[in-house]
Structures are given as structure tokens and as C-alpha cells.
């Protein structure tokens, strides 16, 4: 995306309208150590919280941090968008249902990764103290429709989700199927994201430096993930990412540098 266009979208970014009249702190800055941010009162989501709106990110994805004490939980939430949930530490379950549907009950653990389908109601519910990262695309969808009727009161229910809900499916074990691009993790709840298996000679991953393996998550319609691994005293060679790319450590520790080609940007 040219960064003119960016620059354009960020004079007047309705998110930070939005998440600065919730009262909770916001982080803007390129990284954050998600376990130690302080956190508010949320009155919205019922819990103590934060908003985490990267550099980088704005104004295409944010994210927002969630801790729960052992037996609370948040009131029931529902967006237009879906969302990608990581628990970070603690352990307990979240119940995802739409209205004319069953309710699927997501049990997670540290490093659980789920995705809540867009337009369905969700409760998270902590059985011992946790924080959850969630990942949405609201700045995108706030910035181009403004409407807070629409944002969060849309009831229509995708196919893919509402049908894998009704059988059942939906907390099934991801399943590995090929692709294009390679081989590829198919489902919609990943149990321990940092011990999913990563095939080696993966003809996308492969390219990004020695010995590193990877693989691409796909849950569905909306936000997706993928996982990499680089071995100790190697690197992954630069490569270009256009804005919002949200980077979570699981394991291991490092350098990443970051660098902006202004005229690639200005070009688009």
C-alpha cells in the first residue's frame, strides 16, 4: 500500500476515536510485551483490558489484551469481524454460538489459537488467571463504515462456520492439507500453536532462509495465520510485508530489524 495512501488514512483514524473514549490504556508503539502491559477496567468487555494498536499496523488491524481472574468472565460480545484469539497464559474455555445455532465450547490452554467467526456472540471464561491477545480487523472496517449498528448488531452467519458448528466440526483437530503455495493447516482451533508441526522443504518457507520451516493456517474466511521457525545463529532473510503484520514470539528469543524502502511504499 503506498505510504501516501496510509499517511491519508491516519490524518483521522476513527479507531483511535473509538478505543481512546473507552477509558483503557492504548499502546502505540512497534512492539509491546503483551504479559506485562498495564491494563484498565473495561467496562464494555466486563474485564481488565488494553487496546495494543501497533505502529505499522493502523489502520488496517489492531489488537486488544484480556485478563481474567480465576472464575470471571466477559460479557457476551459480537462484531462484524471475525477475530483471532491467542491465549498467552492461564487456562479456560470460550463459548462461540449464532443466534438461530448450538454454542461450541473451545477449551484453551497457554498457546491455544482460535478463530471467533464473524457476526457470532462469544463469553470467554478463565479457569485460573489468563490473558488472551485478540487480533481484529476493526480499524479497517471502522475507517471505511462507521457505524456502530452495523460494527456490532450485523446477524448475518457464514456458511463455512455456522455449518461446521452445527456438525460439530468446529473444534476438530486442524488437518493437513496440500496447496498452491505447499502444504497448509486446515481448521479453526490450533491447541498449542508453539508445538505445531512444521514440514520441513516447504516450497514457500524453504525460500526464507536456511533451515527455516513454516507453515500457513487457514481458518477460514477473514484473518490467518502462519508459523515459522528459525534455528539458533541463522536468520530469516528480509523480505517486504504490507502494513498490519502482527508478530508473535512463542519461543526463543532475537533481533528483528526493521527497515522501510520509502520509495517501494511510495510506488505501491
Excluded: C
Excluded at 30 to 37: E, K, Q, S, V
Amino acid at each position: 500500500m503506498p505510504i501516501r495512501l496510509i499517511d491519508k488514512l491516519n490524518a483521522h483514524d476513527s479507531l483511535l476515536d473509538f478505543v481512546n473514549a473507552e477509558g483503557i490504556p492504548v499502546y502505540t508503539d512497534f512492539h509491546a510485551d503483551l504479559l506485562n502491559l498495564r491494563l484498565g477496567e473495561w467496562e464494555r468487555i466486563g474485564v481488565r483490558g488494553a487496546w495494543v494498536y501497533l505502529k505499522g499496523a493502523a489502520p488496517l488491524n489492531a489488537a486488544y489484551v484480556l485478563e481474567l481472574s480465576a472464575g470471571e468472565s466477559t460479557r457476551p460480545q459480537h462484531y462484524v469481524l471475525d477475530e483471532m484469539i491467542v491465549a498467552l497464559d492461564g487456562h479456560g474455555y470460550t463459548e462461540i454460538w449464532y443466534d438461530q445455532g448450538p454454542k461450541v465450547r473451545v477449551d484453551w490452554g497457554k498457546w491455544t489459537t482460535f478463530k471467533v467467526p464473524p457476526n457470532s456472540n462469544y463469553v470467554h471464561h478463565a479457569e485460573s488467571r489468563a490473558r488472551l491477545l485478540t487480533v481484529t480487523q476493526l480499524p479497517l472496517i471502522m475507517n471505511a463504515m462507521n457505524d456502530r449498528q452495523f460494527l456490532f448488531n450485523t446477524r448475518f452467519s457464514f456458511e463455512e462456520f455456522s455449518s461446521s458448528m452445527a456438525s460439530g466440526k468446529y473444534t476438530d483437530e486442524p488437518t493437513m492439507v496440500e496447496s498452491e503455495g505447499g502444504a497448509k493447516w486446515k481448521g479453526y482451533v490450533v491447541r498449542d500453536i508453539s508445538r505445531l508441526e512444521l514440514p520441513t522443504g516447504h516450497k514457500f518457507f524453504s525460500q526464507r532462509g536456511v533451515g527455516t520451516k513454516g507453515i500457513h493456517v487457514d481458518s477460514g474466511p477473514g484473518l490467518r495465520t502462519h508459523v515459522s521457525e528459525i534455528p539458533v545463529a541463522t536468520y530469516k532473510k528480509a523480505h517486504m510485508h504490507g502494513p498490519s503484520a502482527q508478530i508473535l514470539i512463542s519461543q526463543g528469543g532475537g533481533l528483528l530489524t526493521h527497515v522501510v524502502w520509502a520509495d517501494r511504499l511510495e510506488s505501491g
